[in-house]
């Protein structure tokens, strides 16, 4: 059994215990655990207390003290990223700015096929490593946990390169990516056949490989006018969940019907939920879906927040996510992202904090991280200040020193 360890101490440890999945949070609710220490065994959390105590009471355990002053978090969670993906899209984003439609864009050779085309040139040693680099700069961030969607494939053969490579940038980095199979994004251009046809394909050629090597156990779907309708989708999905795949849903990006159908499947989460009205919004706070916010998108295309603050106030669970691509959502900076969203829902700390860390993880399924206590995975960061507030209210300019994944110091700012 590996020696257990003492890290800290932390003037401020925002554990994000015994707080509601669903519903608004008020600051007063969080728990500021002051002079912390953790104990980590195993690369799990042993014990949290004061520092200086714990550090008398213990007998043939290793010390890691910090000088200074440090505020902990668990670590941030992504769980909305495209960050497998070949070329760049900045042409796009200038075309956008200077008042062109998508349509015109996508005629000017732009938009997501644009990257499928790029992603395809690649072989799967360049995907791994520039997969691995975006998730290196995520961790730096303080992001522990990273969603990665494939997506950019769109066939059979393409699909299971980008999940491969995802497999294998997970190797190659101290965070951990969480792979979801997006094939259904669009239907390719090259597909001869209607949406229904590529569907089917994908589901009976791709889903037994996908579970066969262990490659992920969730499925996405863009489910939107320029991509699949609920009609379109449903059969698929219902073979992905008889298969026992986990479902999550690009949901009410530009018009509604996605957020219905994830309610209709029980999926994990439906993603995106700008266009989503009160109808959608009372809906989903009713169900167990978790409604991902995606703020990088809105910023990306200049449109309107997901409705974050009428969701929290309707009983919904609010996760936020960064959308890390590069068409709509090209920045990847989740606390900045948060922040600027917080700002304009009106949003309270403790709700951010919880929908970057353990509404995060209830959006990936995940049981064993998103709060700091016993038995969960020692995945934290450190701040150098002595207040928690301090950190979204820099929005986002304000990074952590220290990040700590399996009770492993995997980032230091000082070195």
């Not at 220490?37 to 355990?61: P, S």
């Not at 995907?127 to 992001?143: E, M, Q, Y």
């Not at 974050?308 to 106030?313: E, G, H, P, T, V």
């Amino acid at each position: 059994m590996e020696k257990q360890k003492l890290i800290g101490p932390f003037k401020q440890l925002i554990p994000m215990t015994e707080l509601n999945l669903k519903g608004p949070i008020s600051d007063e609710q969080l728990t500021i655990v002051k002079d912390a220490g953790i104990i980590i065994q195993n690369g799990k959390i042993n014990n949290i207390g004061n520092f200086n105590t714990l550090k008398a009471e213990a007998t043939n355990i290793e010390i890691q003290e910090l000088k200074g002053n440090h505020t902990c978090l668990p670590g941030l969670i992504d769980a909305h990223t495209h960050i497998c993906f070949g070329g760049s899209r900045a042409n796009d984003y200038a075309m956008r700015n200077a008042g062109r439609s998508y349509l015109e864009i996508a005629n000017a050779g732009g938009g997501i096929w644009d990257t499928v085309i790029q992603t395809r040139k690649l072989n799967q040693e360049e995907l791994i490593k520039r997969t691995a680099k975006l998730a290196k700069r995520h961790l730096k961030n303080g992001v522990t946990t990273i969603e990665v969607k494939s997506g950019y494939g769109l066939s059979v053969d393409e699909e299971l390169k980008m999940l491969r490579a995802i497999k294998a940038a997970n190797e190659n980095v101290s965070a951990d990516l969480i792979a979801t199979c997006l094939a259904a994004h669009m239907l390719p251009k090259d597909f001869e056949g209607d949406q229904a046809a590529y569907l089917k394909e994908i589901s009976e050629e791709l889903f037994p490989i996908l579970k066969a090597e262990k490659l992920t156990n969730r499925i996405d779907a863009f489910i939107e006018e320029s991509a699949f309708s609920a009609a379109q989708i449903a059969p698929y999905f219902e073979k992905a969940t008889a298969m026992g795949f986990d479902i999550t849903v690009h949901a009410d990006q530009f018009s509604t019907s996605g957020s219905q159908v994830a309610i209709a499947i029980n999926a994990i989460s439906a993603d995106h939920l700008e266009a989503s009205t009160t109808k959608e919004i009372n809906a989903l706070a009713q169900s167990n879906v978790i409604a991902t916010a995606l703020p990088g998108a809105s910023i990306g295309l200049g449109c309107a927040f997901t409705p974050a603050r009428r969701i929290l106030d309707a009983g919904g669970a609010l996760a936020i996510a960064s959308d890390h691509n590069p068409g709509s959502a090209p920045m990847g900076d989740l606390l900045t992202q948060a922040t600027i969203l917080a700002t304009f829902e009106k949003l309270t700390n403790a709700e951010v904090l919880a929908g970057i860390t353990f509404r995060a993880a209830a959006a990936l399924n995940l049981k064993d991280r998103g709060q700091l206590t016993k038995g969960f995975n020692a995945d934290f960061i450190g701040f150098h200040t002595d207040n928690y507030q301090e950190i979204l209210y820099n929005q986002g300019n304000f990074k952590p020193c220290m990040v700590w994944k399996n009770g492993e110091l995997v980032f230091d700012k000082h070195q």
